[in-house]
């Protein structure tokens, strides 16, 4: 079967179908007295839930880090929310339903409405309520039916149709091997709970409940996304190898990340991370990160009800920056909207919120919210490896306004008395083709620019990747997209700037040869690829890079340029083949 790899390893063992039973309490109508009792039963269910989750988040927080503990605030959220429990006791109250049966009807409602939005981020909120469900029910109810008995046995691969958050770490505790689930993306919950707990896990599989039967034996290959059951003995020995091969290969790239990154001929290439939170701060320099690429600002944001203050803003920026310091670092300023809503801040219902009032046009209408990052990040800066990047440009007066408002900053800051540097490099992301076409006017205006592939391929191509019936059109080895990226880079050249990359591009080691060869001299990565890439720099020539960029740029298929980029890397890593390929999106 073949999924999407979730969270890399191979794992080979016994699997159990994790199955719950429906909650599904009966349509019950009560008594006018029993309307007291019943309300009484629904605030214990709320309190002694809070409870739990509370003490769980604390848990997590400690022992997994707080983008895991971020999710079990989600729900805690709902629950400090009088106007979502309020809604559940006029179900009591004026319907006369039980405490049982109002808890489901809403939440249910909820789910079903949440399961039918477009954005990612918030279908994966039905599942926090699905979760929550299961939990006041329980407490209503007083019964279990979490199904959790099956995996205290022994260690065994879970199967599952979905895995909440709380389900996902309260079977990681009994040694689950890995996850496979019908349901969810690269971005679900059990991919993220999976990655954060170093469980490899396939998810998407559809069936995988279905055909998987009691005590099955399985494959599980969180690199590639296959998922194999009742393997014959010689592909078990197989996939033992790999195992243990990929387990070596890690251990021995995450070595060799802490050496200096250069070509055969010397020429220093950095390798820099991507980040959105905090605490990743000690795996960016686990993998030999030399610097932060893009630091995503809207993690900040995303889950307040007001825009963060600038105290609180500049503390942060401050600590990331006192942390990788000599190494530079990148603060994209706030990126908000198309896929990412912070539905307590913006509130819009757009038709194509990818085209619409998001990134830089945001923050423009938002000139106060907009002066505190830009304050915050000046602040940050007194060190001098601060750097700002402004997302979204599409014209020369939105870089003009930015820094008006940046002089505007600084000035504010002097008239307050409040230390900065007055010295920073703006940057610009290149990531619409009016960007790339005007490349050469906008770099008179800034000091760099950051190729942005993600948007950039999907502005290009008018493709929403998305979207299931067109997602095999994205590619960023589309020859449209490399020619855009030739002319940045050519741009940036011509005026002395530097042009780096920051789009998931960059951490596909297929096309750093093309990049090498373009003349790319910083790349920004996903840090868990960062060791993959440093060995295939160190291994590759310029003269070669040359080579196959010639023969690239002479193709005008997309399927070519992927058959020729495939054959270059298989004949010259055929080592790296076994830590995982990502061909989502090309065929």
């Not at 599980?220 to 078990?236: R, Y």
């Not at 893009?294 to 920056?321: C, K, M, V």
């Not at 005008?556 to 989502?584: A, C, M, W």
């Amino acid at each position: 079967m073949e999924g999407i790899p979730a969270s890399p390893g191979i794992v080979i063992g016994n699997c159990a179908v994790y199955r719950e039973q429906i909650w599904h309490p009966d349509k019950e109508i009560i008594d006018d007295p029993k309307i007291a009792e019943e309300c009484r039963k629904f605030r214990a269910s709320v309190q002694k839930t809070l409870d739990r989750l509370r003490a769980t988040y604390q848990q997590v927080k400690d022992q997994f880090g707080s983008e895991l503990a971020e999710i079990l605030e989600t729900q805690i959220a709902f629950l400090e929310d009088d106007v979502f429990l309020s809604e559940i006791e006029k179900q009591i109250s004026e319907n006369k339903f039980s405490a049982a049966y109002a808890t489901y009807h809403i939440l249910s409602e909820k789910r079903e409405y949440f399961s039918n939005l477009s954005n990612e981020y918030f279908r994966d909120r039905a599942l926090d309520i699905y979760q929550l469900k299961k939990m006041l029910l329980s407490k209503i109810t007083g019964k279990d039916k979490s199904g959790i008995e099956l995996f205290k046995q022994s260690a065994k691969i879970v199967v599952a149709d979905n895995l909440t958050p709380h389900d996902t770490v309260r079977l990681h505790r009994y040694k689950v091997l890995g996850f496979a689930t019908n349901t969810g993306g690269k971005m679900s919950h059990t991919a993220i709970v999976a990655r954060s707990l170093g469980v490899p896990a396939v998810v998407g599989l559809k069936l995988v409940t279905e055909i998987a039967s009691k005590e099955s034996m399985m494959i599980l290959d969180g690199n590639t996304g296959k998922v194999i059951l009742n393997p014959s003995p010689e592909t078990i020995t197989k996939y033992q190898e790999s195992q243990k091969n990929y387990c070596d290969l890690e251990s021995q790239l995450l070595l060799e990340s802490m050496q200096e990154t250069a070509t055969k001929e010397g020429k220093k290439i950095e390798i820099l991370a991507n980040m959105e939170f905090e605490d990743e701060l000690p795996t960016l320099h686990r993998v030999g990160a030399q610097g932060i690429g893009l630091f995503r600002t809207e993690g900040l944001f995303l889950h307040q009800n007001t825009l963060p203050l600038e105290d609180e803003q500049a503390a942060i920026y401050s600590r990331i920056a006192e942390n990788m310091f000599p190494h530079k670092v990148i603060i994209r300023t706030l990126d908000l909207g198309g896929d990412k809503v912070a539905p307590n801040l913006m509130n819009t219902n757009e038709e194509n919120p990818f085209l619409g009032w998001r990134a830089i046009r945001f923050w423009l209408d938002h000139k106060t919210g907009f002066l505190r990052q830009l304050k915050a990040i000046l602040r940050a800066n007194l060190k001098g490896n601060v750097q700002m990047m402004i997302p979204m440009v599409s014209g020369l007066s939105e870089i003009r306004e930015v820094k008006e408002l940046m002089a505007e900053a600084a000035d504010s800051l002097r008239k307050e008395g409040k230390p900065f540097n007055e010295k920073i490099d703006i940057g610009i992301m290149i990531e619409i083709p009016s960007a790339v076409i005007l490349a050469d006017v906008f770099a008179q205006e800034v000091d760099f620019f950051s190729i942005g592939t993600n948007d950039l391929v999907q502005y290009t191509l008018a493709v929403d990747r998305g979207n299931d019936k067109v997602a095999r059109l994205y590619s960023h080895f589309h020859p449209a997209v490399l020619r855009m990226i030739r002319m940045t880079i050519d741009a940036g050249k011509r005026a002395n700037i530097p042009v780096g990359m920051c789009g998931e591009m960059a951490s596909d080691p297929r096309a750093i040869p093309l990049l090498l060869a373009m003349g790319f001299e910083q790349l920004s990565a996903s840090p868990n690829s960062i060791p993959q890439l440093k060995r295939v720099i160190r291994e590759l020539s310029l003269t070669e890079c040359a080579s196959l960029d010639e023969k690239v740029a002479m193709l005008s298929k997309t399927t070519d340029v992927v058959r020729q980029v495939n054959e270059f890397y298989e004949t010259h890593f055929p080592e790296l083949i076994l830590s995982g390929k990502d061909d989502e999106g090309y065929n």
